[in-house]
């Protein structure tokens, strides 16, 4: 059986896990700032 794909598969949904953890935090604190700057 081939490996490889469900591997990449794997890194790609990480990847994307990660980023969405590292924006929606980071966006959530921007939107508090700019609402509390106005």
Do not use: C, D, K
Request: aromatic share 6%; proline share 5%; glycine share 8%.
């Amino acid at each position: 059986m081939e490996r490889t794909p469900m591997i990449r598969r794997f890194a790609l949904l990480v990847g994307m896990m990660t980023l969405v953890l590292g924006v929606l935090p980071g966006s959530l604190l921007v939107t508090a700032l700019w609402s509390q700057e106005s």
